[in-house]
């Protein structure tokens, strides 16, 4: 996973801030740093979720938003691959912390309906869920259009 003050997507070396679409209304963005704050936000981009989180390898994939829907707002990460598959796979490895089934709860999970990671950490995929996006905008310079 990479954090840095800009985002490179291939020909674009130094995006600040892309918009996405998975249809409808919702808007995704990712930001290569939070700079502003929340309501500095919403009020660019209404009703939009944001995130930080990215794993992008693959400069020629489609892009996903892959999340663990365990909560009113969960944290997504935006994902750069050549297929759903691999969106789920790079989810799993990469982002494996927001997964993880602690030791204590492992014993709820019968042993032949695990899920585990390319690492062999045991992970909860059951409330995964992997949107395709659309790339809608790439900003070079927060706050422009």
């Known amino acids: 996973m990479t954090k840095s003050a800009t985002i490179n997507i291939g020909t674009v070396d130094a995006a600040t801030e ?12 990712l930001q290569a740093a939070r700079t ?12 939009a979720a944001r995130t ?4 992008i390898e693959d400069t020629e994939g489609a892009w996903f938003a892959c999340f663990n829907v365990d909560c009113f707002d969960p944290p997504f990460a ?9 969106a789920y796979d790079v989810f799993g490895d990469e982002f494996a912390e927001w997964l993880k089934v ?17 690492s062999g950490v045991h992970i909860d995929t059951d409330n995964v869920t992997i949107l395709e ?4 905008r ?5 706050g422009g259009a």
């Open 138 to 142: 790439v900003d070079c310079t927060l």
């Open 78 to 86: 935006v994902i750069r691959a050549r297929s759903f598959e691999t």
């Open 52 to 55: 930080t989180d990215f794993y």
């Open 133 to 136: 996006l659309t790339l809608l």
């Open 18 to 29: 892309l918009v996405f679409s998975a249809g409808g209304d919702r808007r995704y963005v």
């Open 102 to 118: 602690d030791e204590a709860d492992a014993a709820d999970y019968p042993e032949d309906e695990r899920d585990y990671n390319g």
């Open 36 to 47: 502003e704050d929340y309501l500095a936000f919403i009020t660019r981009h209404p009703g």
